[in-house]
């Protein structure tokens, strides 16, 4: 009788046991480059930058020897199977964000110079802005040159030309901001109309502005992994949307201003049509025409206060932003001017009730749309506010005031964190989650107190940092099981642990944990509402309602986590989901980093902005006092002095506007260009 044998199976062979890992050379070669060249810039460097010949050994040592032990650290704490490609760039990431903090570091010495200059005349004729607008315009006219057919070079393209923009940005970091507006670039556009191309930067569009150039390569990287469609016309449309957004931040012609933002519809349109979901087109429309509405009602406004200040001037129309602020308007005119505005900015915010397209065009839009549709454009709405409502329309800001803020704690922060929290999609949830903290932004403005507009300002850096991240992570999630049901998840801590240790840190810091981002800005909006004196005698209340908004907070994004990461694994399709790749982990590695940066060093960001802020409350205090909005001016339309800290303005011969005999914005005072009747057209 035959027996069966089996054959025993080859046995494989062990690895052999490398005497050094692959990874040591080039990482520690690439560390060596990056040390040298820190050094080389803090020994090279000055300890004080208004004077060229002054040196601190203790700033170049500490300076060079801090960012260096991070990026080793950093690099020897990654799990070696990612090898040295995924090291080596969090290592720099990692080091870049050190130099950051001990280069920023606020010294007594700083924020002395900073005071003795805080009055100082503003910079002017610097191109700097101008190269930041367009340096991704001009690398979208190059992709429609490349050959469709070259997907990776298109892509290299883009994102090089992105990281340009970034490296181009870092001046701006080193400039004490003050109460005055820098890197000013005025040159006159179309004469005949008033128009000039007027860019400027303060305290408060600086970290907007770094916030754009940070998260916009991060978002075109992350899309290269999943975008495989029409990548030609991908990458024009992530260029042009980056100009336009930067152009938005700095435009102080209101012309040019609506140019940006109009411009800025086109792009994140095509996006959400064209690589969205199922439901894309609706949604897309849906976004086009609420945003189109507002523009519209603005755009109105905008001509009406350039043909009105012709008429009082006697002379050209203008559309500058400082001229604009000269006009004195009455109540019956000055109401509807800011409507349009305030309309169009509530819109792009959103606020209830017109927030509607907010959860429907996330939903849809693809990742890095969403990205940069929550961390950037939503901005837009609440820098628009702030810079022109408040600043244009100071009076009818304030009387709306204490109406505003009710309308962003109940119909905001309340409203959309109760619905956040009956979610069952999770890009819907942090869609909604949107809704509700940028309710805390604009209650910080319409409460204007120092802290609270501080904050606000903070708060939407915050926003676009944990948002940012959160639906990056919503998308590694989508990319492996295409589906956003919290009910089809369950457990992935342990399939996915990297994952779900970065999707916690994004959580915490959206929820306001003390020690992340998100904590600093909440406090100083809901301490400052609680002390100001603009929202009448419901601010405590108001205040009270903001903080039971971070209890929901955490109640709906906690929640979330649970039910996603922990208990046991329900699924079979989440068994062996594979964790995050080097791609995904540079990406999100810079948000994380700054969640504590941000969280633990707030004053590198405020110090910044206490001069702006300070200056927009002098202003805004002195014609909008106490909850009421103060008195109104009834006269004629009049024009008042040019405020002390606005750019010199670029004039011709023929457009030249008159001064008037005495400065001031009292409702007092006589007209100095007596115009037209009051509620002429």
Not at 594 to 612: C, K, S
Request: with cysteine; aromatic share 12%.
């Amino acid at each position: 009788m035959a027996t069966k044998t089996s054959k025993e199976p080859t046995p494989t062979p062990e690895p052999e046991e490398p005497g050094r890992p692959a990874w040591v050379t080039p990482v520690f070669t690439f560390l060596a480059i990056v040390i040298l060249a820190v050094l080389a810039a803090q020994v090279l460097g000055r300890a004080n930058e208004r004077d060229p010949y002054s040196f601190s050994a203790a700033n170049a040592t500490f300076g060079s020897l801090i960012p260096a032990l991070v990026a080793a650290g950093v690099a020897a704490l990654i799990p070696k199977a990612h090898g040295w490609k995924v090291r080596a760039p969090l290592a720099i990431i990692a080091a870049l964000f050190a130099l950051f903090v001990t280069r920023f570091w606020p010294s007594a010495a700083a924020v002395a110079a900073a005071a003795a200059t805080s009055d100082a005349a503003p910079d002017a004729g610097s191109s700097l802005l101008s190269w930041l607008i367009g340096l991704p315009l001009a690398g979208a006219i190059a992709i429609l040159f490349l050959p469709r057919q070259a997907p990776r070079l298109l892509k290299a393209v883009t994102f090089m030309v992105m990281i340009g923009t970034l490296f181009a940005a870092i001046p701006l970091l080193v400039v004490d901001m003050g109460r005055t507006y820098h890197f000013n670039q005025d040159i006159v556009w179309i004469e005949r109309f008033g128009i000039h191309y007027h860019v400027a930067l303060d305290g408060i569009s600086l970290w907007l502005v770094v916030l754009t150039v940070v998260i916009t390569p991060i978002a075109g990287y992350a899309s290269f992994g999943s975008v495989n469609t029409r990548i030609k016309d991908w990458c024009f449309s992530l260029l042009l949307l980056e100009a336009a957004m930067i152009g938005a931040f700095v435009s102080l012609d209101l012309f040019l201003f609506y140019v940006f933002w109009e411009l800025m519809l086109i792009p994140m349109y095509v996006m959400i049509g064209v690589w969205g979901g199922t439901n894309r087109i609706k949604s897309a429309l849906k976004f086009f025409l609420y945003t189109m509405f507002g523009s519209l009602l603005m755009l109105a406004a905008i001509l009406y206060l350039a043909y009105t200040y012709g008429r009082a001037t006697g002379g050209t129309a203008s559309f500058d932003y400082f001229e604009l602020q000269r006009l004195q308007i009455p109540r019956h005119i000055q109401l509807w001017l800011w409507a349009g505005f305030a309309i169009s900015f509530f819109i792009k915010v959103p606020m209830f009730p017109v927030h509607t397209w907010l959860p429907d065009a996330h939903t849809e839009a693809p990742t890095a749309g969403s990205v940069i549709l929550a961390a950037v454009m939503l901005k837009m709405g609440t820098y628009g506010y702030l810079r022109f409502c408040m600043g244009l329309f100071p009076e009818a800001s304030g009387e709306y005031a204490a109406t505003l803020a009710g309308v962003a704690v109940l119909g905001g922060i309340l409203y959309g964190a109760l619905v956040a929290w009956r979610q069952e999609d999770v890009k819907r949830l942090v869609a909604y989650s949107s809704v509700a903290h940028l309710g805390y932004v604009m209650l910080g403005l319409f409460a204007a107190t120092q802290g609270s507009i501080e904050g606000a300002v903070l708060q939407m850096v915050n926003h676009g940092v944990t948002t940012g991240a959160l639906f990056l992570l919503v998308g590694v999630i989508y990319d492996r099981r295409h589906t956003r049901m919290l009910d089809d998840f369950g457990g992935l801590a342990k399939p996915m642990p990297v994952y779900a240790t970065m999707f916690v840190i994004a959580t915490l810091g959206s929820v306001g944990l003390p020690g992340t981002n998100g904590f600093v800005g909440e406090f100083l909006i809901i301490t400052g509402t609680y002390t100001s004196d603009k929202l009448g005698h419901v601010n405590g209340i108001q205040s009270v309602g903001a903080a039971l908004g971070v209890i929901l907070a955490a109640l709906y994004m906690l929640n979330a986590v649970q039910k996603m990461f922990f208990g046991p694994i329900t699924k079979d399709a989440n068994k062996h989901l594979r964790d995050m790749n080097a791609r995904e982990l540079l990406c999100i590695a810079p948000l994380i980093i700054a969640i504590f940066v941000m969280g633990l060093a707030p004053n590198l960001f405020l110090n910044q902005m206490h001069g702006a802020v300070d200056r927009v409350l002098d202003d805004y205090e002195a014609r909008a006092k106490g909850g009421g909005g103060g008195k109104y001016y009834d006269g004629p339309i009049r024009i008042n002095a040019r405020r002390p800290e606005a750019p010199k303005l670029a004039t011709t011969a023929a457009d030249t506007p008159p001064e008037p005999p005495t400065a001031g914005a009292g409702a007092n005072q006589k007209p100095a260009q007596p115009a037209m009747p009051a509620g002429h057209p």
